[in-house]
DNA sequence: CTGTTAGCGCATTCAC
DNA sequence: GTGAATGCGCTAACAG
């Protein structure tokens, strides 16, 4: 391994002015700098990273915690991150938080592996865990991503509103003639999609619409760990419903995808007789048919924000406590449509 | 910051023992061990990550390369990874080997980092990319996961045998009294898509089945980037062709859902007419209508596996030669059946 | 503008 | 079984 010594030697100068020439120190003569810089190549030095660490205390990576792997969404996100952190020189950690048991485990390591900053995302919001982060935030820069945290936080954050898009979403539906409007959502916990579901409540009461227990769907998650299997449910019990709705939401997309599905199968006309809205804009609902009509959030966009946003804490070491929310936007599709 | 002195001091001894202790060295005595850990634990000692590095010059982190975030396929193959990866105390970072114009740069990243050891997955099998690995691998531990690498190379590697698959879903089709099996393929340079048409034409060759040109669908993934749209649009050739034929396999399960919709959309009898099989076994083949045979991979498995030998690698470090392949296992659902 | 010096926190000899 | 000394490769004063 070629170390700054021997690239001083090669260069006939110091360590320090090998050392400056690598960190652009403008005070440098140019003719030093080339002789440096060919001294560098020539012998293909590159700085250790232990070494530089422990004297800037930096490893130039930033940890990204997600509930889950094997979802698109997150993909998507990660996509974002990399977008920007990779440019100026960071590399990403992913770490599952879908362990609640193991969390502060996973977070207490990567404190130790002097991490530059972590990007949050969960599906656990419990009380204690705003507080929790919220103290590991004074030790690094944080950001988080989900709504509800946000919301108990002072900590930055980058999110979609799924309240004010799930609101919206019920205006759209009560103007196309809609006044019976059910509701899917997936019972575990997952905080953001909770939010959504209080969206939905204010939109109808702001609408006039009513609201009874028998128009929310909780999907037993638990025992249907399949989201389109558990929206198919959903749509079998709104078509066996007396007073079937005339509109369903759904808090993700899969499960408004399952729902459509299961309601064609019992030969109830969509949107004709029920209009359905998804939420999230996969992929798979633009080409399952009759397409959906969904609420896209830009995910890879919010991963552009949230990196940023951390590596702004890293560089300034301020403890921003910027909130960045993006309004999710209406896709109208062929599971709605204006009613006479 | 509290170092390894303050922990000496604070238990009356010297440095060198404190690091005995912490890297459990069996000569201590037990007394002062356990003063030591006292200490160590009043004092929330942890050894430095720099500190350790520069002296071990190990980083505990793993580099897993993916062609791609928001597929749940590399999801899986994730979880896989982290699940061996972290009990042994390693952490993973993910890159993306999407752009191929970076990728060497990227790698060369990964070694200034000292990163312990690398998991390749690519779609972009070139003629130069297995002597370039093969001169990464001489430096550092690595692993390879796709099929037509690890067959150009002698570097360890983990895959699924999608040759051998293709080959037996084949006979498979055969046995059920298939005679004109056509094929769906996407274009874009995959080469593990690839071999699974090669063992395709093999099956056919054994089976005594003709092919011709016109049995093969590449889809334009250039145009169109969405898998299930190409699919239906290869659901649309063949659906339109003079001497249709009787079953049809795809690269990929999106690509065989599509055609699968379309086929129906089109007024054509799945199985009945025509037999479908797909490749990955993704959840969504699971629910669709008619659900997909297809063959499954056991990625979470494979990670798993890709990730134990990486470690023995980095610790042993002998340069393993070990290729494991995992076969596929057909699973026979809806959009095939027996003929008469 | 450049060289010298002094650690950063730890593991690892080598003595004792 | 334990301590003192050395150096890993680098950056950051401080001189000059």
Request: net charge neutral; proline share 4%; glycine share 8%.
């Amino acid at each position: 391994m070629t170390t700054i010594f021997d690239v001083a030697k090669e260069a006939h100068v110091s360590k320090s002015t090998v050392s400056r020439v690598v960190n652009k120190d403008p005070a440098v003569n140019s003719e030093t700098r080339k002789a440096v810089e060919a001294a560098i190549k020539k012998l293909h030095y590159a700085p250790s990273y232990f070494a530089k660490g422990i004297r800037t205390g930096e490893t130039k990576t930033i940890a990204l915690l997600v509930p889950e792997y094997a979802n698109m969404f997150y993909g998507e996100m990660f996509n974002g991150v990399e977008d920007v952190a990779y440019p100026q020189g960071y590399m990403i950690i992913v770490c599952n938080t879908g362990y609640p048991v193991s969390e502060k485990e996973y977070i207490e390591k990567l404190l130790q592996r002097n991490i530059d900053g972590i990007i949050y995302n969960t599906y656990d919001v419990g009380a204690d865990k705003a507080p929790f982060l919220e103290k590991i935030g004074k030790k690094m820069p944080i950001v988080l991503m989900d709504e509800a945290l946000a919301k108990q936080s002072v900590l930055p954050a980058v999110y979609a509103d799924g309240f004010e898009s799930s609101r919206k979403a019920v205006h759209y539906l009560a103007e196309t003639g809609c006044v019976r409007v059910g509701y899917v959502q997936n019972t575990d916990s997952i905080s953001a999609t909770e939010i959504r579901y209080l969206g939905y409540r204010k939109g109808l009461e702001e609408c006039g619409l009513i609201f009874s227990p028998d128009l929310l769907y909780q999907c037993p998650m638990k025992k249907e760990k399949n989201y389109i299997k558990a929206g198919m449910e959903a749509g079998r019990y709104f078509a066996e419903m007396k007073d079937r709705p005339d509109a369903v939401m759904a808090a993700i997309d899969l499960l408004a995808i399952g729902c459509v599905s299961q309601l064609r199968k019992l030969g109830i006309l969509i949107p004709d007789e029920i209009s359905v809205i998804g939420y999230d804009n996969i992929e798979l609902g633009e080409v399952s048919a009759p397409a959906l009509t969904t609420i896209s959030q830009p995910t890879r966009e919010m991963g552009r924000v949230a990196a940023q946003l951390i590596i702004d804490q890293i560089q300034k070491k301020t403890a921003g406590k910027e909130k960045k929310t993006f309004e999710g936007r209406l896709i109208i599709r062929e599971t709605t449509k204006q009613r006479l």
